[in-house]
């Protein structure tokens, strides 16, 4: 009987292998960074081959750290999650990528997604896929490829070039690749790139025309947790063994249901790279008119799809790692609360990080980040401060967009995520939104939730309600702040938002 089950949680900045026990704890862990391209401003790139090199290393690291390597009857099934929009194209016969793979964050497809915006305005598919016309989706940034290096449109149009998001990317390698690999995307990640009806959950054929994208070099649209799976790793590969590949989910959505959130009206907010909220709105989309995503929950197998709404924040814990790698404020990311605390308020500086435009509720991409009240009492405790209040106003924007749209009103609001161990941070968060934070026992929940996705499909848990059971508190943090000093700090941040417009021509 099989102990464990497998999830790689493939990131923005780092890729890592998790193993988890029935009790949804964690067993081994396994982690290791990709580097980062900036080849001109706003353009942000990843190496697929490093992504897939370092996916391999940290599954064997990981199997060797729980004690599994060799031991092939010891792991259920598999899960992926994955950093969603990031978009790449490739070889199908060498499994060679025809470009770097293009990060949610870069911008661009600006000029691409302001041509289509000419005929229909920002919201020009928004009935159909739940979304703006942005720079973060993957759509656009297909085209982009298409357009902009030299015989991709023609191996697409022969067949041999094959999109997918960094999940598939991932499943295709680890199913076999150029021999076997299946071409799968579940319906989380596909729903992400602007391409995909919310309704039908089938790619939108109008849309495809518009943007001309072939068709053929589209993945198979399927389950978040499928049973069928989508074949099983390869072991001739890194796991060494042929497990069942059977759960995937965009990063976001896997921490919905590594939350539990299985109901309509629960809400988690991810604060890792960027900070991510989203509120399950249960088996009916709903339309945003407060500059939210319409996006898929999950589909749990055959039963109907659950929807979400989200608000997207793009830079979040980047910031720490720009005050790091870019100013040497720190010389580790964790440094950070250490300096902030030093001081007792912000100085009356606000950090707008706008690095790749606003998103939600703004989705302005002509902003660019700026840091508003300098004076010359001012001094980097401050600066360090500011940088961490920054994430907890971008959230509490998005929690207003939230309740504008859906009238629910959070008594709690769950939180993972790499950022939830910086308490400052967390404090701050409950006062600004004047709710309690909690953080799970289990902090790391995208992974755990494509892990339960895998194991659901295989009845390693029977159902959600057995997930729920494994969903424990590990602390708690209630509202402290004046109503009236909540209200000024949100006031002074709104004045320092509407600075960052307009800057790019």
């Known amino acids: 009987m099989p102990q464990f089950i497998a999830a790689i949680d493939q990131g923005t900045t780092s890729t890592r292998c998790m193993i988890f026990d029935h009790s949804g704890l964690v067993v081994s862990l396994a982690q290791k960074e990709h580097h980062q391209i900036y080849p001109q401003p706003g353009w942000v790139e990843h190496d697929p081959l490093e992504i897939w090199e370092r996916t391999q290393e940290v599954i064997r690291e990981a199997t060797v750290k729980a004690g599994i390597a060799g031991h092939p009857s010891s792991l259920a099934a598999l899960g992926i999650t994955n950093q969603r929009e990031t978009t790449l194209v490739w070889d199908r016969r060498t499994g060679n990528p025809f470009y770097n793979a293009i990060v949610w964050q870069d911008t661009r497809t600006k000029d691409i997604c302001d041509e289509l915006a000419q005929n229909g305005g920002q919201d020009r598919f928004r009935g159909q896929v739940g979304l703006p016309l942005a720079t973060y989706f993957s759509g656009p940034k297909i085209k982009w490829i298409l357009d902009n290096v030299a015989g991709v449109r023609a191996a697409a149009e022969r067949g041999d070039a094959l999109f997918g998001n960094i999940d598939t990317w991932v499943i295709w390698w680890l199913t076999g690749g150029p021999d076997s690999g299946s071409h799968v995307t579940d319906v989380t990640n596909a729903s992400r790139t602007m391409l995909m009806d919310l309704t039908t959950l089938d790619w939108d054929d109008d849309i495809l025309r518009i943007l001309g994208i072939p068709r053929a070099m589209l993945p198979r649209i399927v389950a978040s947790s499928d049973p069928a799976t989508w074949g099983t790793t390869s072991p001739d590969g890194p796991f060494g063994a042929a497990y069942p590949v059977c759960g995937d989910l965009g990063d976001q959505q896997a921490a919905l249901v590594g939350q539990t959130c299985f109901s309509a009206g629960e809400a988690k907010n991810t604060y890792g790279t960027g900070c991510f909220m989203l509120l399950n709105t249960g ?27 989200e608000g997207s924040i793009a830079i979040t814990g980047a910031l720490v790692q720009w005050l790091r790698d870019n100013l040497g404020l720190i010389n580790q990311s964790a440094e950070i609360e250490t300096l902030a605390a030093t001081v007792n308020d912000n100085g009356g500086i606000y950090f707008v990080p706008a690095f790749s435009g606003l998103f939600a509720p703004y989705w302005r991409s002509d902003a660019r980040g700026a840091i508003v009240g300098m004076t010359r009492y001012i001094n980097k405790a401050h600066i360090a401060r500011a940088a961490l209040e920054a994430t907890a106003f971008q959230t509490r924007e998005v929690l207003d967009a939230m309740r504008k749209d859906s009238g ?25 939104l004047g709710v309690p934070v909690v953080r799970p026992r289990v902090a790391e929940t995208t992974a755990l939730g494509a892990a339960y996705a895998a194991g659901l499909a295989v009845g390693f848990w029977e159902n959600p309600e057995d997930l729920r059971a494994n969903w424990q508190v590990d602390k708690t943090w209630q509202p402290v702040m004046p109503a009236d000093q909540r209200q000024r700090l949100y006031h002074d941040w709104k004045r320092a938002v509407e600075r960052t417009m307009n800057w790019v021509e």
């Open 283 to 309: 088996n009916q989309p709903v339309q945003s008119s407060s500059g939210l995503l319409t996006t898929l929950g999950y589909k749990l197998g055959s039963q109907p799809a659950v929807y979400a709404l």
């Open 408 to 432: 629910v009103e959070l008594k709690a609001l769950k939180v993972d995520g790499g950022m939830v161990y910086n308490e400052l941070l967390m404090q701050f968060q409950a006062d600004l």
